[in-house]
């Protein structure tokens, strides 16, 4: 079983940065892929990023790309979205989410991960 406990979100402008953070417990997150997903009323979990379980490798929706970055630090089982130049559109509650078995064509399916954070926060004011 893998807790995940997301923060950093808040209230910016537009232009603004934020670093979200997901910081595990239970399990090593580094045996996990890790992804970032976003609610709005408009739309049900939309993938924004992931990083998987090995290679390091990172997948970007197409919205955020060039824009936010997901990273690992592995000595404090966290997983980072950090994100720069942010508009009224990103404006949204953001989760982490993990699992040990997402295949590659799965990486951007909210269904693959079993493990869900509660969510974080983040508004953007124009």
């Known amino acids: 079983q893998v807790e995940l406990v997301e923060s950093g979100g808040g209230l910016v402008q537009a232009g603004d940065s934020l670093r979200l953070s997901c910081v595990a417990s239970?399990?090593?997150?580094?045996?996990?892929?890790v992804a970032w997903f976003r609610r709005t009323p408009e739309k049900e979990r939309e993938f924004v990023a992931a990083?998987?379980?090995?290679?390091?490798?990172?997948y970007y929706a197409d919205s955020v790309k060039g824009r936010f970055t997901i990273s690992r630090n592995n000595a404090e089982n966290s997983v980072y979205l950090q994100m720069n130049g942010l508009t009224a559109e990103d404006t949204a509650d953001y989760y982490c989410?993990?699992?040990?078995?997402?295949?590659?064509?799965?990486?951007?399916?909210?269904?693959?991960?079993?493990?869900w954070g509660q969510g974080t926060r983040v508004t953007v004011s124009s």
């Open positions: 989410a993990a699992d040990s078995g997402v295949i590659l064509s799965q990486l951007r399916n909210p269904g693959a991960y079993d493990y």
């Open positions: 990083v998987r379980r090995t290679g390091g490798y990172t």
């Open positions: 239970g399990r090593t997150l580094s045996n996990y892929a």
